[in-house]
Protein backbone atom coordinates (compact mmCIF):
# COMPACT_ATOMS: atom_id res chain seq x y z
CA UNK A 1 0.00 0.00 0.00
CA UNK A 2 1.65 3.42 -1.26
CA UNK A 3 1.99 5.72 1.86
CA UNK A 4 -0.19 8.94 1.91
CA UNK A 5 0.72 12.36 3.51
CA UNK A 6 -2.11 14.45 4.38
CA UNK A 7 -1.24 17.81 4.16
CA UNK A 8 -3.38 20.59 5.89
CA UNK A 9 -2.40 24.41 4.39
CA UNK A 10 -3.65 27.69 5.56
CA UNK A 11 -2.94 31.24 3.92
CA UNK A 12 -2.29 33.66 7.13
CA UNK A 13 -3.53 37.17 6.98
CA UNK A 14 -0.13 37.77 5.43
CA UNK A 15 -0.66 35.77 2.95
CA UNK A 16 1.99 33.41 3.76
CA UNK A 17 2.04 29.46 3.84
CA UNK A 18 1.37 27.44 7.35
CA UNK A 19 1.08 23.76 7.54
CA UNK A 20 0.76 21.50 9.63
CA UNK A 21 3.74 18.92 8.57
CA UNK A 22 6.46 18.84 10.44
CA UNK A 23 9.59 20.22 9.58
CA UNK A 24 12.50 17.54 9.40
CA UNK A 25 16.03 18.29 10.48
CA UNK A 26 19.25 17.02 8.64
CA UNK A 27 20.77 14.38 10.97
CA UNK A 28 23.15 12.53 8.54
CA UNK A 29 26.09 11.60 10.33
CA UNK A 30 29.36 13.98 9.34
CA UNK A 31 31.25 13.09 12.46
CA UNK A 32 32.15 9.68 12.77
CA UNK A 33 34.71 8.15 10.35
CA UNK A 34 36.98 5.28 11.91
CA UNK A 35 34.98 1.89 12.93
CA UNK A 36 34.93 0.38 16.09
CA UNK A 37 36.59 -3.40 16.45
CA UNK A 38 34.51 -5.28 19.04
CA UNK A 39 34.73 -8.76 20.60
CA UNK A 40 32.01 -11.16 19.12
CA UNK A 41 29.30 -11.51 22.16
CA UNK A 42 30.82 -8.42 23.86
CA UNK A 43 28.97 -6.04 26.31
CA UNK A 44 28.91 -3.48 22.85
CA UNK A 45 28.97 -6.57 20.50
CA UNK A 46 25.35 -8.11 22.15
CA UNK A 47 23.92 -4.60 22.65
CA UNK A 48 24.40 -4.15 19.16
CA UNK A 49 22.59 -7.00 18.11
CA UNK A 50 19.66 -7.15 20.09
CA UNK A 51 16.75 -6.95 18.61
CA UNK A 52 15.46 -3.54 18.17
CA UNK A 53 18.73 -1.85 17.76
CA UNK A 54 18.47 -1.50 13.63
CA UNK A 55 22.08 -2.45 13.14
CA UNK A 56 22.77 -4.62 9.93
CA UNK A 57 24.72 -7.07 10.32
CA UNK A 58 26.87 -8.76 7.36
CA UNK A 59 28.94 -12.06 8.05
CA UNK A 60 30.03 -13.57 4.63
CA UNK A 61 32.85 -14.92 6.58
CA UNK A 62 32.64 -19.10 5.12
CA UNK A 63 32.36 -17.11 1.55
CA UNK A 64 35.95 -15.44 2.23
CA UNK A 65 37.11 -19.01 3.66
CA UNK A 66 36.26 -20.60 0.41
CA UNK A 67 37.90 -18.13 -1.64
CA UNK A 68 40.80 -17.81 0.30
CA UNK A 69 41.02 -22.27 -0.11
CA UNK A 70 40.90 -21.67 -3.80
CA UNK A 71 43.44 -18.61 -3.96
CA UNK A 72 45.67 -20.99 -2.64
CA UNK A 73 44.56 -23.67 -4.61
CA UNK A 74 44.45 -22.67 -8.10
CA UNK A 75 43.69 -25.60 -9.58
CA UNK A 76 40.61 -26.14 -8.54
CA UNK A 77 40.29 -23.45 -11.64
CA UNK A 78 39.55 -26.18 -13.94
CA UNK A 79 38.72 -29.05 -11.95
CA UNK A 80 36.57 -29.98 -9.82
CA UNK A 81 36.81 -28.31 -6.10
CA UNK A 82 37.49 -31.23 -3.55
CA UNK A 83 35.21 -30.69 -0.71
CA UNK A 84 36.85 -32.77 1.75
CA UNK A 85 39.99 -30.70 1.19
CA UNK A 86 37.95 -27.59 1.47
CA UNK A 87 36.34 -28.86 4.47
CA UNK A 88 39.43 -29.74 5.86
CA UNK A 89 40.83 -26.66 5.38
CA UNK A 90 37.76 -24.59 6.93
CA UNK A 91 38.33 -26.47 9.94
CA UNK A 92 42.01 -25.82 10.42
CA UNK A 93 41.80 -22.03 9.65
CA UNK A 94 38.87 -22.12 12.52
CA UNK A 95 40.82 -24.10 14.47
CA UNK A 96 38.13 -26.36 15.20
CA UNK A 97 36.27 -22.96 16.71
CA UNK A 98 33.05 -21.33 15.65
CA UNK A 99 33.32 -19.31 12.67
CA UNK A 100 32.06 -15.63 14.56
CA UNK A 101 35.11 -16.19 17.04
CA UNK A 102 37.41 -16.08 14.19
CA UNK A 103 38.70 -13.13 12.65
CA UNK A 104 37.14 -9.31 13.28
CA UNK A 105 34.05 -7.67 13.81
CA UNK A 106 34.06 -4.05 13.01
CA UNK A 107 31.25 -1.74 13.32
CA UNK A 108 30.96 1.09 10.92
CA UNK A 109 28.70 3.91 12.43
CA UNK A 110 28.40 6.12 9.26
CA UNK A 111 26.51 2.76 7.63
CA UNK A 112 25.22 1.37 10.91
CA UNK A 113 26.38 -1.77 9.60
CA UNK A 114 28.67 -4.53 11.88
CA UNK A 115 30.58 -6.22 9.55
CA UNK A 116 33.11 -10.12 10.03
CA UNK A 117 36.37 -9.83 8.70
CA UNK A 118 38.96 -12.08 8.16
CA UNK A 119 41.67 -11.56 10.04
CA UNK A 120 44.60 -8.57 8.73
CA UNK A 121 46.92 -10.86 7.06
CA UNK A 122 44.40 -13.32 5.46
CA UNK A 123 42.34 -10.13 4.68
CA UNK A 124 44.92 -8.73 2.41
CA UNK A 125 45.62 -12.04 1.17
CA UNK A 126 42.22 -12.05 -0.27
CA UNK A 127 41.61 -8.99 -1.47
CA UNK A 128 44.78 -8.85 -3.74
CA UNK A 129 44.54 -11.84 -4.96
CA UNK A 130 44.16 -10.77 -8.08
CA UNK A 131 46.95 -8.83 -8.48
CA UNK A 132 49.32 -11.48 -8.47
CA UNK A 133 51.96 -12.05 -10.06
CA UNK A 134 51.60 -7.99 -12.01
CA UNK A 135 51.97 -7.14 -8.12
CA UNK A 136 54.18 -9.85 -6.09
CA UNK A 137 53.49 -11.35 -2.97
CA UNK A 138 57.28 -9.98 -1.81
CA UNK A 139 56.31 -6.24 -3.14
CA UNK A 140 53.11 -6.22 -1.99
CA UNK A 141 54.09 -7.04 1.99
CA UNK A 142 56.34 -3.86 0.65
CA UNK A 143 53.60 -1.74 -0.58
CA UNK A 144 51.05 -2.68 1.84
CA UNK A 145 53.26 -1.97 4.70
CA UNK A 146 54.67 2.00 3.07
CA UNK A 147 53.22 4.89 4.92
CA UNK A 148 51.83 7.61 2.51
CA UNK A 149 50.71 11.45 2.80
CA UNK A 150 48.13 12.50 0.36
CA UNK A 151 47.62 16.41 0.77
CA UNK A 152 44.31 17.49 -1.38
CA UNK A 153 40.86 15.27 -1.34
CA UNK A 154 39.88 16.28 -4.80
CA UNK A 155 42.34 14.41 -7.58
CA UNK A 156 43.97 13.09 -4.23
CA UNK A 157 40.21 10.82 -3.29
CA UNK A 158 41.22 9.10 -6.41
CA UNK A 159 45.11 8.46 -5.76
CA UNK A 160 44.45 7.38 -1.90
CA UNK A 161 41.79 5.14 -2.84
CA UNK A 162 43.38 3.52 -6.17
CA UNK A 163 46.54 2.82 -3.40
CA UNK A 164 44.21 1.28 -0.99
CA UNK A 165 42.59 -0.66 -3.49
CA UNK A 166 45.81 -2.18 -4.51
CA UNK A 167 46.40 -3.27 -1.53
CA UNK A 168 48.99 -0.43 -0.71
CA UNK A 169 49.85 2.02 2.12
CA UNK A 170 48.43 0.25 5.32
CA UNK A 171 49.30 3.53 7.23
CA UNK A 172 47.89 6.65 5.01
CA UNK A 173 47.95 10.43 6.20
CA UNK A 174 44.90 12.61 4.48
CA UNK A 175 44.84 16.14 4.67
CA UNK A 176 42.14 19.06 3.26
CA UNK A 177 40.09 21.60 4.99
CA UNK A 178 37.49 21.91 2.20
CA UNK A 179 34.29 19.60 2.42
CA UNK A 180 32.11 18.12 -0.11
CA UNK A 181 30.37 20.48 -2.26
CA UNK A 182 27.70 19.76 -5.21
CA UNK A 183 29.90 21.21 -8.10
CA UNK A 184 32.43 18.61 -6.36
CA UNK A 185 30.51 15.91 -7.70
CA UNK A 186 32.13 15.69 -11.17
CA UNK A 187 34.78 14.83 -10.10
CA UNK A 188 34.66 13.04 -6.88
CA UNK A 189 32.93 9.60 -6.25
CA UNK A 190 30.69 10.09 -3.54
CA UNK A 191 27.13 10.49 -3.57
CA UNK A 192 24.82 13.88 -3.14
CA UNK A 193 24.02 13.22 0.32
CA UNK A 194 27.73 13.38 1.52
CA UNK A 195 27.58 16.82 0.30
CA UNK A 196 28.83 19.05 3.82
CA UNK A 197 30.56 16.52 5.03
CA UNK A 198 34.74 16.37 5.13
CA UNK A 199 36.50 15.28 2.31
CA UNK A 200 38.94 13.83 4.12
CA UNK A 201 36.15 11.64 6.01
CA UNK A 202 34.69 10.67 3.19
CA UNK A 203 37.75 9.54 1.86
CA UNK A 204 38.90 8.17 5.38
CA UNK A 205 35.44 6.10 5.30
CA UNK A 206 35.82 4.50 1.99
CA UNK A 207 39.39 3.40 3.04
CA UNK A 208 38.25 1.85 6.60
CA UNK A 209 35.18 -0.18 4.56
CA UNK A 210 38.10 -1.63 2.09
CA UNK A 211 40.60 -2.44 4.55
CA UNK A 212 39.24 -1.94 8.37
CA UNK A 213 42.95 -2.96 9.38
CA UNK A 214 44.47 1.16 7.91
CA UNK A 215 46.04 3.42 10.30
CA UNK A 216 44.50 6.89 8.81
CA UNK A 217 45.52 10.44 10.63
CA UNK A 218 43.36 13.07 9.41
CA UNK A 219 43.66 16.74 9.24
CA UNK A 220 40.36 18.00 8.10
CA UNK A 221 41.68 21.97 9.22
CA UNK A 222 44.41 20.89 5.95
CA UNK A 223 47.84 21.65 5.75
CA UNK A 224 49.37 24.34 8.54
CA UNK A 225 52.92 25.09 9.25
CA UNK A 226 52.20 23.32 12.53
CA UNK A 227 50.88 19.86 10.97
CA UNK A 228 53.45 19.69 8.14
CA UNK A 229 55.89 19.94 10.95
CA UNK A 230 54.62 17.01 12.83
CA UNK A 231 53.82 14.52 9.24
CA UNK A 232 57.64 14.87 7.99
CA UNK A 233 58.83 14.26 11.97
CA UNK A 234 56.49 12.02 13.56
CA UNK A 235 56.98 8.60 13.70
CA UNK A 236 55.43 7.68 11.04
CA UNK A 237 57.04 9.70 8.70
CA UNK A 238 56.07 9.41 4.67
CA UNK A 239 58.02 7.13 2.29
CA UNK A 240 56.21 9.04 -0.63
CA UNK A 241 54.07 12.40 -0.34
CA UNK A 242 51.00 12.75 -2.73
CA UNK A 243 50.46 16.42 -3.29
CA UNK A 244 47.24 17.91 -4.40
CA UNK A 245 46.23 21.34 -3.22
CA UNK A 246 45.26 24.30 -4.15
CA UNK A 247 47.28 26.68 -1.56
CA UNK A 248 50.52 27.81 -3.89
CA UNK A 249 52.10 28.53 -0.17
CA UNK A 250 51.90 25.31 1.36
CA UNK A 251 52.57 23.45 -2.42
CA UNK A 252 56.25 24.89 -1.77
CA UNK A 253 56.20 24.21 1.70
CA UNK A 254 55.80 20.86 1.57
CA UNK A 255 58.48 20.73 -1.08
CA UNK A 256 61.12 22.31 0.83
CA UNK A 257 60.29 20.22 3.90
CA UNK A 258 60.02 16.95 1.76
CA UNK A 259 63.47 17.86 0.28
CA UNK A 260 64.92 18.69 3.63
CA UNK A 261 63.87 15.11 5.09
CA UNK A 262 64.35 13.05 2.23
CA UNK A 263 60.98 12.47 0.90
CA UNK A 264 59.86 11.92 -2.87
CA UNK A 265 56.81 14.53 -3.98
CA UNK A 266 54.68 13.03 -6.45
CA UNK A 267 51.76 15.32 -7.98
CA UNK A 268 49.32 15.20 -11.22
CA UNK A 269 47.33 18.47 -12.73
CA UNK A 270 44.50 17.47 -14.69
CA UNK A 271 44.89 19.18 -18.29
CA UNK A 272 41.37 19.24 -20.32
CA UNK A 273 40.92 15.03 -20.24
CA UNK A 274 44.79 14.19 -19.91
CA UNK A 275 46.90 15.11 -16.51
CA UNK A 276 49.88 16.60 -16.48
CA UNK A 277 52.53 14.56 -13.54
CA UNK A 278 55.47 16.08 -11.69
CA UNK A 279 58.06 13.43 -10.30
CA UNK A 280 60.55 14.87 -7.80
CA UNK A 281 62.98 12.64 -6.07
CA UNK A 282 63.96 14.40 -2.99
CA UNK A 283 64.91 10.58 -1.73
CA UNK A 284 67.87 10.25 -4.71
CA UNK A 285 68.87 14.07 -4.32
CA UNK A 286 68.27 16.71 -2.00
CA UNK A 287 69.40 19.12 -3.99
CA UNK A 288 66.33 18.99 -6.43
CA UNK A 289 65.23 22.43 -7.83
CA UNK A 290 61.50 22.54 -6.74
CA UNK A 291 59.23 22.10 -9.31
CA UNK A 292 61.92 20.97 -12.04
CA UNK A 293 63.09 25.02 -11.53
CA UNK A 294 60.70 26.05 -13.91
CA UNK A 295 60.06 29.23 -11.92
CA UNK A 296 63.41 30.17 -11.00
CA UNK A 297 64.27 30.95 -7.10
CA UNK A 298 60.76 29.51 -5.84
CA UNK A 299 60.34 29.84 -2.22
CA UNK A 300 57.01 29.54 -0.20
CA UNK A 301 57.42 32.90 1.46
CA UNK A 302 56.72 34.02 -1.81
CA UNK A 303 53.30 33.00 -1.61
CA UNK A 304 52.52 33.49 2.43
CA UNK A 305 49.66 36.02 1.68
CA UNK A 306 48.14 35.33 -2.19
CA UNK A 307 45.22 37.81 -3.81
CA UNK A 308 42.72 35.19 -4.76
CA UNK A 309 42.08 37.18 -8.07
CA UNK A 310 45.62 36.01 -8.66
CA UNK A 311 45.73 32.91 -7.52
CA UNK A 312 44.62 31.11 -11.02
CA UNK A 313 47.38 32.16 -12.88
CA UNK A 314 50.08 30.79 -10.33
CA UNK A 315 48.49 27.78 -9.76
CA UNK A 316 48.31 27.31 -13.89
CA UNK A 317 51.89 28.13 -14.41
CA UNK A 318 52.84 25.72 -11.26
CA UNK A 319 50.52 23.29 -13.14
CA UNK A 320 52.63 23.87 -16.52
CA UNK A 321 50.05 26.30 -18.16
CA UNK A 322 52.68 25.69 -21.31
CA UNK A 323 51.18 22.51 -21.76
CA UNK A 324 48.23 23.19 -21.49
CA UNK A 325 45.16 22.71 -24.01
CA UNK A 326 43.47 25.49 -25.99
CA UNK A 327 40.01 24.99 -24.15
CA UNK A 328 41.79 24.80 -20.83
CA UNK A 329 44.29 27.91 -21.68
CA UNK A 330 40.68 30.01 -22.63
CA UNK A 331 38.13 28.61 -19.85
CA UNK A 332 40.54 29.18 -16.91
CA UNK A 333 40.69 33.16 -18.46
CA UNK A 334 37.30 33.41 -18.14
CA UNK A 335 37.75 32.55 -13.76
CA UNK A 336 35.68 35.04 -12.01
CA UNK A 337 34.09 36.54 -15.45
CA UNK A 338 31.64 34.21 -17.01
CA UNK A 339 33.22 31.35 -14.90
CA UNK A 340 33.08 30.13 -10.80
CA UNK A 341 36.73 28.72 -10.98
CA UNK A 342 39.07 26.80 -13.26
CA UNK A 343 37.23 23.36 -14.91
CA UNK A 344 38.04 19.95 -13.76
CA UNK A 345 36.57 16.81 -15.04
CA UNK A 346 35.77 13.47 -13.76
CA UNK A 347 37.71 11.71 -16.68
CA UNK A 348 41.04 13.92 -15.56
CA UNK A 349 40.73 13.10 -12.26
CA UNK A 350 40.47 9.55 -12.54
CA UNK A 351 43.22 9.09 -14.55
CA UNK A 352 45.28 11.14 -12.02
CA UNK A 353 44.50 8.71 -9.53
CA UNK A 354 45.32 5.65 -11.85
CA UNK A 355 48.73 7.36 -13.01
CA UNK A 356 49.93 8.63 -9.44
CA UNK A 357 48.89 5.26 -7.65
CA UNK A 358 50.89 3.46 -9.90
CA UNK A 359 54.11 5.62 -9.55
CA UNK A 360 53.61 6.18 -6.01
CA UNK A 361 54.02 2.04 -5.77
CA UNK A 362 57.02 1.55 -8.07
CA UNK A 363 58.61 4.78 -6.36
CA UNK A 364 58.06 2.78 -3.09
CA UNK A 365 59.08 -0.63 -4.70
CA UNK A 366 62.02 1.10 -5.17
CA UNK A 367 61.71 0.88 -9.21
CA UNK A 368 63.57 3.21 -11.40
CA UNK A 369 61.00 6.64 -11.67
CA UNK A 370 62.89 9.58 -12.47
CA UNK A 371 62.41 13.00 -11.75
CA UNK A 372 60.44 15.41 -14.22
CA UNK A 373 57.44 16.78 -15.66
CA UNK A 374 55.35 13.88 -17.68
CA UNK A 375 52.43 14.44 -19.88
CA UNK A 376 49.54 11.68 -20.16
CA UNK A 377 46.97 12.46 -22.57
CA UNK A 378 44.70 11.02 -25.69
CA UNK A 379 47.76 11.29 -27.84
CA UNK A 380 50.55 9.48 -25.11
CA UNK A 381 47.70 7.23 -24.21
CA UNK A 382 46.22 5.72 -27.40
CA UNK A 383 48.74 4.01 -30.00
CA UNK A 384 47.00 1.89 -32.75
CA UNK A 385 48.43 -1.21 -33.11
CA UNK A 386 46.26 -2.55 -35.94
CA UNK A 387 44.09 -0.38 -37.53
CA UNK A 388 40.03 -2.55 -38.43
Sequence with gaps: MRARCILKVVVNKNGILNSNLRMLKDNFDRKSWRPVRLKYRSKNWLTLTRGGSNVVLVDQYNIFIEELFLLRNPRFKFEKIDIVALNRFKLSFLKNNPAELSGGWFYFPWLNQLVHFLPEIEHLELRTGRNRNLITSDEQSIYYKATVAVLGMSVGSHVALTLVMTGGAKKIILADPDTISGSNLNRIRVGF???????????????????PYSQIDIYDDGVTDKNLIKIFNGKNKPALVIEEMDNPYFKIKTRELARRKGVPVIMAADNGDGVNVDVERYDLNKKLPILHGLIPNLESKMFKSVDPKDLVGIMAKMAGSDYASKRMLKSVALVGKKLYSWPQLGTAATLCGSVLANLGRRIILDEKINSGRFIVNELTMFKMIKRS
Design 193 to 211: HQIGLSKVRSVARQIFEIN
